[in-house]
């Protein structure tokens, strides 16, 4: 099935750029998102692109993709607080069904 | 836009009790719904698909027996988590989307059986 695969852990300074990678296997794939869950809550659409853009920008969102490599990235500028949380990567494909990532537990320090 | 409430967000009962989640799209019609189960620290498990007026579609492993999903409205689609016991506990998120739309995530309900 598809896989898809992002590092566990990121630590970043307030006032610092975060930036959490993720690659997919499914080339296929229409559609990749960046989901964020904050503790005991669901999942909050953040972006997503279409897999024929290169870079999608949204406020402190920057989305790249590269999809020779099969390779996502969502950079945070100026990252807060209150963007402390678990950032899932999920990929889709004609049916809709996602696939998700294990999730980046991002850490934001003072 | 694009709001999905759930509802409970929190449930503790005793084993053999049959829970009901219920998930709505408040501001759009839904063409599918989604339904996940979160184990702690852990990404989420897609359960069934679930399409309006339709049966649902199970993944592979999820008894269908166990876990009935209702799909009555464009709006409305209910979890019911038949007989639960303590391997039952965790946390369920369900999701709806509209056509070409992302998904859109409820809040989630946490099941705890004793």
């Known amino acids: 099935g598809e896989d898809v695969e992002q590092s566990l852990f990121l630590s970043v300074r307030e006032g610092d750029s975060s930036v959490i990678n993720c690659t997919y296997t499914?080339?296929?794939?229409?559609?990749l998102y960046w989901y964020k869950q904050e503790p005991g809550a669901g999942l909050q659409l953040l972006t997503y692109?279409?897999?024929?853009?290169d870079m999608k920008q949204d406020q402190r969102l920057t989305v790249l993709l590269n999809k020779k490599d099969k390779h996502l990235s969502l950079r945070i500028a100026d990252t807060q607080t209150g963007d402390s949380a678990i950032y899932f990567c999920a990929e889709s494909s004609g049916d809709y069904k996602l696939s998700f990532g294990a999730g980046t537990t991002v850490t934001v320090r003072a | 836009g694009a709001v999905v409430s759930q509802h409970p967000s929190r449930v503790i009962c005793k084993s053999g009790t049959s829970v009901k989640i219920e998930c709505r799209s408040l501001d759009f019609q839904a063409t599918t719904m989604f339904w996940y189960r979160q184990f702690p620290k852990q990404s989420l498990m897609l359960m069934a698909t679930?399409?309006?007026?339709?049966?649902?579609?199970?993944e592979q492993g999820v008894e269908k027996d166990k876990f009935l999903i209702n799909h009555a409205s464009l709006t409305l689609s209910t979890l019911t988590v038949t007989s639960a016991h303590p391997e039952d506990s965790s946390f369920y998120i369900c999701?709806?989307?509209?056509?070409?739309?992302?998904?859109?995530f409820g809040d989630g309900t946490r099941l705890s059986i004793l």
């Open positions: 692109i279409f897999s024929n853009m």
């Open positions: 499914d080339s296929s794939s229409t559609y």
């Open positions: 679930s399409n309006e007026g339709s049966k649902a579609t199970y």
């Open positions: 999701s709806a989307r509209v056509g070409g739309q992302p998904q859109h």
